[in-house]
């Protein structure tokens, strides 16, 4: 029986994807000296926001995500990010591959929320792993399944995923709105004769008492 172990040894920011995607660089090792002819992975990325602290600017934007602050040992709770599927080649001993991650910028959804919501320190992950093992013995071929109970844990710098954004959307995030209300801001625009959307929301929030950062 194969006795495997994970680790997640680097994230770095892909240069030239598409949208934006994160290269988890994994290592993982086979420690009974079995042959591995391929494996078939499925790798489970959860955030876990209990495992840090939250201050100042952090702390107050977080609020919109996870209640108030005197609610949270009950509301930082692990969040799905996403699973991937990787093909792993075969080898002896250990091996690393890279596993791309495409990551959205959508503050709809609650990883991007919280990934927004930060400025400093990581974003603590949890990678669980499961899928199908093919060795080569004496014997011939072997077939192993691979539980879940297999894991790697990851402190992603949060200015790595900053890196990563600016790099796609310079100084700018998406925000999704219903037509209706897009075209309330238009009419509001033009009636007032302002020349961009951002002044557009500059000039609301400064009507709300609300003071840019």
Request: with cysteine; aromatic share 10%; proline share 6%.
């Amino acid at each position: 029986m194969a006795e495997l172990a994970f680790d997640c040894v680097n994230v770095a920011p892909q240069r030239y994807a598409v949208s934006p995607t994160l290269t988890f660089r994994l290592r993982i090792a086979e420690l009974s000296g079995a042959a591995i002819h391929a494996m078939v992975l499925r790798c489970q990325i959860r955030i876990e926001p209990q495992r840090r602290s939250y201050e100042g600017e952090d702390a107050e934007l977080l609020t919109d995500l996870f209640g108030d602050k005197s609610r949270w040992g009950d509301t930082l709770k692990p969040m799905q990010l996403t699973t991937e599927s990787l093909v792993v080649p075969g080898f002896t001993g250990s091996t690393e591959v890279e596993m791309p991650v495409a990551m959205s910028y959508d503050v709809e959804v609650a990883a991007g929320k919280y990934f927004h919501s930060l400025r400093d320190g990581v974003i603590p992950l949890i990678l669980l792993f499961n899928g199908t093992v093919f060795g080569k013995g004496d014997n011939g071929f072997w077939i192993e399944q691979v539980p879940w109970h297999h894991e790697a844990t990851y402190r992603l710098p949060v200015t790595v995923w900053w890196e990563l954004m600016d790099a796609y959307f310079p100084n700018s995030t998406w925000l999704r709105l219903p037509r209706r209300t897009v075209d309330a801001l238009q009419r509001y625009k033009a009636a007032h004769a302002i020349p961009t959307w951002d002044a557009a929301v500059e000039s609301l929030l400064q009507q709300a008492g609300e003071v840019r950062p």
